[in-house]
């Protein structure tokens, strides 16, 4: 871990002071407080203060990119701290030839079957109205170590996706990928032939996702668009999910909106998992948004959730002006049942340079129709700091209150700095 950090100091102070002409990103400390029931007679009060940066060098075509943040607990010393973790540190290369854009290192996917981050290269080609990405790594350890996988042909992920807008207002899309896990080997308490105790190791195969996904969107401008989603499970060989989500908004002020989901659990290949008779759910949910005036606007949606037997209804209105929301949803059904209603307030005063916040939320539910009532209320006051352009404080004091936790109070600081420099070359 050492020579990983030095290796990435080395390679930061050679691009900042000889090669890039921009270094830009941003760094935060924050200090968040909070009181944890650790048995019934037992209460302990932990400080964690968190440390990130995000920093970004860059020279024409060329960037380094990372993201990481360093976390510690200030009043306790805790199993795994302090706590380094990399989300990012890339090496990109932009449009070159006009065509490509490859990435190196640490980097970010988006992908709805097994999006995250990975260790490896991914390159995106583009030309006229077609694409084509292809990325290949692997997994990323526990706590987003800075480690590599040491074993690529177990702990891997692998895919790609297709995509064009040749066809005018559509855009369509084909997609593959292929993630395997690999599983920690643990020892177990076993017994022998002779029924006497003995330490056994447990080896687990590898457990996969191999998915295949189609998209097809449609958008006429100001007036209708939809977009659809379709992913086959090659493994077991059956539909995983279809989604379909559209607006209609060619009324002025108005937005109708309608929604639907099928899906089957997402169950890795390999994985005890797989023997559970398990059901698929269905969900659909229309929606309606109306722009009153230039201060107020209004919301609602009304869902229905279908399982292997049972349904599950849930309703949702509000709204929102200028100075900030107010919203309440039911549920009812199958799933339990609950009232909430929530109040969140926001406004800039004296050009920017405060900013003070107010939510209030209480809810009432129940697990099943016969169960006991539950009650919940949350209350969270903050401020925003911005006295300069690139630097802000924010302060946010969070109350919480139900059976479970009493009185239960929290408290969170954050400093932020933006920076962004251009530097001549040598």
């Not at 056994?200 to 097809?216: D, M």
Request: aromatic share 16%; net charge neutral; proline share 2%.
């Amino acid at each position: 871990m050492k020579k990983l950090i030095l290796l990435l100091s080395i390679v930061l102070g050679i691009a900042a002071n000889i090669y890039s002409q921009n270094i830009s990103g941003r760094f935060s400390s924050s200090l968040y407080m909070f009181e944890r029931i650790d048995t019934n007679e037992v209460t302990n009060t932990y400080t964690r203060s968190f440390q990130m940066l995000s920093l970004n060098v860059s020279e024409d075509k060329f960037a380094l990119r990372t993201s990481l943040n360093f976390e510690n607990d200030l009043s306790k010393n805790l199993t795994d701290d302090p706590r380094l973790r990399f989300y990012n540190l890339y090496l990109e290369a932009r449009n070159l030839f006009d065509i490509a854009t490859i990435k190196l290192g640490r980097q970010p996917i988006f992908n709805m079957v097994a999006g995250g981050v990975f260790d490896g290269a991914s390159v995106d080609l583009k030309y006229d109205a077609y694409k084509l990405t292809a990325y290949y790594g692997g997994n990323v350890p526990a706590y987003q170590k800075l480690e590599l996988t040491n074993d690529f042909k177990n702990d891997y992920i692998f895919g790609g996706k297709f995509s064009t807008t040749v066809i005018p207002d559509f855009k369509v899309a084909l997609s593959y990928v292929d993630k395997n896990f690999k599983l920690q080997d643990y020892y177990a308490r076993r017994l022998d032939a002779n029924n006497d105790p003995i330490q056994y190791l447990i080896s687990n195969k590898s457990n996969q996702y191999k998915f295949a996904s189609a998209e097809v969107d449609y958008d006429l401008k100001n007036i209708f668009s939809i977009d659809t989603r379709f992913d086959y499970d090659l493994n077991f060989l059956k539909a995983s999910r279809f989604e379909a989500f559209s607006i209609y908004k060619e009324i002025k002020d108005l937005q109708l909106n309608l929604y639907y989901n099928y899906r089957e659990p997402r169950i890795r290949y390999n994985s005890i998992f797989s023997v559970f008779d398990y059901g698929n759910t269905q969900e659909i949910e229309a929606g309606v948004d109306y722009v009153i005036n230039e201060l107020f606007s209004v919301s609602g949606k009304f869902g229905n959730v279908t399982y292997k037997d049972e349904s599950s209804q849930r309703l949702t209105a509000g709204l929102t002006t200028d100075y900030g929301s107010i919203t309440y949803r039911k549920n009812l059904g199958w799933s339990g049942e609950q009232d909430a209603v929530s109040l969140y307030s926001a406004y800039t005063l004296m050009e920017g340079l405060l900013t003070p916040s107010l939510g209030l939320s209480f809810t009432s539910y129940k697990l099943s129709k016969d169960s006991e009532k539950n009650e919940l209320m949350t209350l969270l006051g903050g401020v925003n700091v911005r006295p300069w352009r690139v630097v802000s404080v924010d302060l946010q004091a969070q109350y919480l209150n139900n059976k479970i936790y009493k009185n239960d109070f929290r408290f969170f600081v954050k400093l932020n700095y933006w920076f962004n420099t251009n530097l001549n070359l040598m």
